[in-house]
C-alpha cells in the first residue's frame, strides 16, 4: 500500500515561511490528484491545496495568495509552499493522494504559528 511521507512542519513566527514536502513511497497511476489538508484543534478538516497530476490547481479561500503548491513531474511528491503565515494558519497539515478509487492520507505534520 502506497505511504504518503510528509516533512517540513515546525514553528514559526506570524509573516514568516515554510515549506513542506509529500512524497509517496512508490509509483502511483499517473492520473491522480495529490494535495493538503488542513485541521486545527475542534475545526473540520478544510482543503488547503491540490494539485492535479496535469498542473490544475485549487486553494482554499483563506490562503490564496499567500500559499503555492507545486509537484515534481515523475517523482509523485509534491510541495506547499506557504508564506506570510498567519496565526490562523496554525493545524496539522495533511497530505492526500487520489488516483482511482483510492484515498490516501499521510500522518500529518504540525505547523504553528506564534510569536
Known amino acids: 500500500q502506497v505511504q504518503l511521507v510528509e516533512s517540513g512542519g515546525g514553528l514559526v513566527q506570524p509573516g514568516g515561511s515554510l515549506r513542506l514536502s509529500c512524497a509517496a513511497s512508490?509509483?502511483?497511476?499517473?492520473?491522480?490528484?495529490m494535495g493538503w489538508y488542513r485541521q486545527a484543534p475542534g475545526k473540520q478538516r478544510e482543503l488547503v491545496a491540490r494539485?492535479?497530476?496535469?498542473?490544475?490547481?485549487n486553494y482554499g479561500d483563506s490562503v490564496k495568495g499567500r500559499f503555492t503548491i507545486s509537484r515534481a513531474d515523475g517523482e509523485n511528491t509534491v510541495f506547499l509552499q506557504m508564506n506570510s503565515l498567519k496565526p490562523e494558519d496554525t493545524a496539522v497539515y495533511y497530505c492526500n493522494a487520489q488516483y482511482g478509487f483510492a484515498n490516501r492520507w499521510g500522518s500529518g505534520t504540525q505547523v504553528t504559528v506564534s510569536s
Open positions: 512508490r509509483s502511483i497511476p499517473r492520473l491522480n490528484v
Open positions: 494539485i492535479s497530476s496535469g498542473g490544475s490547481t
